[in-house]
């Protein structure tokens, strides 16, 4: 049996399905196993792998409460907000102190429909879509993390609600040039909703940069069953053709899929090019 150095090894006897793992220990000695890439999940589901361009890598497991992962999936989201072309952001919240209860998001949430109900009823507004933010605790408050909002005046962790905007063509008026503040700030009140807030956007690359910096805010952390982000109009993720799916680790897909003779038995990534 013919061993190679890049040890251990996942060796295949074609056209035999049954494929040996050769151990370190039966050589007598014991190797260091490959380092996890920085960024890598640490809970990964399967492998993904390209067969024309044989590449096979670690699936991530897809969770906004892993970092890694949900930075991968704010990027995405965020090139998906960028194919919206909005116009204007509109940051809205309660208009008292309230934290990113079940609640407080409860509340939130209605009063936001009823506000882009109106706005959409007026035709100020073509489509949107949202982003939800709990801002950073601060050191200062003293209140017990029992309520539903902050009491000593500290007023963090506050919860808010950033909503992209793209408005209809109007005549007379240069899209995204015109909107009827007052009369906003007026409907908000009556929806239950504080002070609005709004920022102009530059299209192409204000939306992606507003959309990553709120949900990277809350990366790493379960915030149950809540929507993260909306969109009101359909816009599909990108995705690259050739790609599939495949439940077992990168070496049995890059033996048994792609040709391999010799793969590390916990590597990370196998490319046809780079394989000795």
């Known amino acids: 049996m013919e061993h190679c150095d890049n040890a251990p090894i996942a060796y295949a006897w074609l056209p035999e399905r049954v494929r040996l793992v050769a151990c370190d220990f039966f050589y007598g000695r014991e190797l260091e196993k490959p380092r996890r890439p920085k960024g890598a999940c640490d809970n990964p589901r399967g492998t993904v792998y390209h067969a024309k361009r044989r590449v096979a890598m670690q699936a991530g497991c897809r969770q906004w409460k892993c970092r890694p992962c949900g930075k991968r999936k704010a990027a995405k989201v965020a090139e998906r907000f960028s194919r919206l072309e909005p116009d204007f952001l509109m940051t809205v919240s309660l208009p008292r102190s309230a934290w990113a209860t079940c609640e407080n998001t409860r509340e939130l949430q209605m009063g936001c429909r009823s506000l882009l109900r ?102 790493g952390e379960a915030l149950g069953r809540a929507r993260r982000y909306a969109l009101s109009v359909s816009i599909p993720e990108t995705k690259e053709a050739g790609w599939a799916w495949d439940p077992r680790r990168v070496a049995l897909v890059a033996v048994d899929r792609l040709g391999a003779h010799c793969v590390d038995w916990d590597a990370f990534y196998w490319e046809a090019a780079a394989s000795p």
């Open 118 to 219: 109106y706005m959409r009823r007026h035709r100020l507004i073509e489509a949107y879509g949202w982003v939800r933010e709990a801002g950073a605790p601060r050191a200062q408050c003293v209140c017990a993390p029992t309520l539903q909002g902050c009491i000593c005046g500290a007023n963090g962790s506050q919860l808010h609600r950033h909503v992209l905007l793209r408005m209809p063509p109007r005549n007379g008026f240069q899209r995204g040039r015109w909107l009827p503040y007052a009369k906003l700030q007026a409907a908000a009140k009556r929806c239950g909703l504080g002070t609005l807030d709004f920022r102009r956007v530059h299209r192409g690359i204000g939306a992606p940069r507003y959309v990553t910096k709120y949900l990277g805010k809350s990366l």
